[in-house]
């Protein structure tokens, strides 16, 4: 597969990643533990060299996953991880914390279930109102120094708080949704992004399967679904938004691809230094994503992408209140 660099000090990764979250955590049960040891040693046989995890994706079950699968090929890889949320949650909410004793704490633990001695990419996993950015940057900094991690990353932060991070440490990637139904980064983030040379690593780059046209009204999801919540996947939103993925199904027929590879393949065509990291639990939906990569939509197809998106509105928030309040700062 190609590869792509991830900021100015160049974190070299597979143009296309893999999330891991889905294998643990957040689409119903978990994948069987054998199961997503192979799914995830398949990526990396087939070119896939970046691989994203969090303490919270379980919680901890999923660094744990990720480390056992990659521990036999651990220095052909590279492995992000986040902290940021308190864990486990003594009121069972997932309450933010980054204060800087409990990020090296966060840190030690990440380590082990790792299996490893080195985190390649660290990212704080949401903004925490309640300690200044610079203390987490610097927090991060002094661990680069230790040598128990390498690259700094953030998640979901805006523009003004990755400027104050990147000035005491920098940031080589954010990590934020970005996708053909969820494009308000284009405002703001990406040109801050570009100023400073930090790379993006879009989450739900296929809009957490809604792009795939698997998914339409009638849809019914596991109980334990965490798009049950979500109002974009109210059956009201579903039926409003189809035309987005009819509008993929047509490029993707005329081009012999799947909608989900023109999905990605517009992400890759955004920015050079985009690598999204699509995640899945089924061997076939794997390799149709790392197909992706050898996806090239020309110029006219890209031109008739964007006077297309410029007659849809996509209905329903993308978080519900909540977890809206915490994107963005």
């Given at each position: 597969?190609q590869k ?22 957040g689409y119903?049960p ?9 799914l ?9 060299t970046?691989?994203?995890t969090a303490?919270v994706?379980?919680p ?6 990720v480390?056992?699968?990659?521990e ?9 991880t ?7 949650s ?12 409990y ?5 030690e633990?990440s ?22 950015t610079?203390?987490v ?17 953030l ?26 139904w969820?494009?308000e980064p284009?405002?703001e ?7 400073l040379g ?16 698997t ?6 999801f596991?109980?334990?679904d ?7 996947f109210?059956?009201e ?6 035309g987005?993925?009819?509008l993929?199904?047509q490029?993707?027929?005329?081009k ?11 992400l890759?065509a955004r ?6 990291i699509?995640?899945?639990?089924k ?6 994503n ?13 031109q ?5 998106l410029?007659?849809?509105t996509?209905?329903g ?9 915490r994107?963005?700062?």
């Amino acid at each position: 597969m190609q590869k792509r660099t991830l900021g100015r000090d160049g974190l070299e990764v597979s143009a296309i990643g893999l999330g891991c979250m889905g294998l643990s955590h957040g689409y119903g049960p978990a994948a069987n533990t054998q199961d997503a040891i192979k799914l995830i040693r398949t990526a990396y046989e087939r070119g896939v060299t970046f691989f994203d995890t969090a303490q919270v994706y379980g919680p901890f079950t999923n660094e744990e996953v990720v480390g056992e699968a990659l521990e036999p090929i651990r220095d052909q890889v590279v492995i992000a991880t986040k902290f940021g949320f308190e864990l486990p949650s003594p009121d069972g909410q997932q309450n933010l914390n980054s204060r800087p004793d409990y990020i090296r704490q966060s840190v030690e633990g990440s380590l082990k279930r790792l299996r490893t001695d080195v985190i390649d990419l660290l990212y704080q996993h949401r903004v925490d109102p309640n300690v200044p950015t610079e203390d987490v940057a610097g927090t991060v900094k002094d661990l680069i120094a230790e040598g128990k991690v390498k690259y700094f990353g953030l998640s979901e932060a805006g523009a003004g708080t990755i400027r104050r991070a990147h000035a005491v440490q920098p940031v080589i990637a954010l990590q934020s949704e970005y996708s053909l139904w969820w494009r308000e980064p284009d405002k703001e983030i990406l040109p801050t992004l570009e100023e400073l040379g930090i790379g993006l690593v879009p989450f739900s780059p296929l809009g957490k399967g809604f792009l795939t046209g698997t998914i339409d009204a009638s849809t019914k999801f596991d109980g334990n679904d965490f798009r049950n919540i979500v109002p974009r996947f109210s059956e009201e939103a579903r039926k409003a938004n189809q035309g987005l993925v009819d509008l993929l199904g047509q490029i993707a027929s005329a081009k012999h691809v799947t909608p989900a590879q023109v999905a990605l393949a517009w992400l890759l065509a955004r920015k050079p230094w985009i690598v999204p990291i699509p995640g899945t639990t089924k061997l076939h939906r794997l390799e149709e994503n790392i197909g992706a990569a050898d996806v090239e939509l020309s110029p006219d197809e890209l031109q008739m992408i964007e006077e297309a998106l410029s007659t849809i509105t996509v209905h329903g928030d993308r978080y519900p209140a909540h977890l809206q309040a915490r994107v963005g700062r």
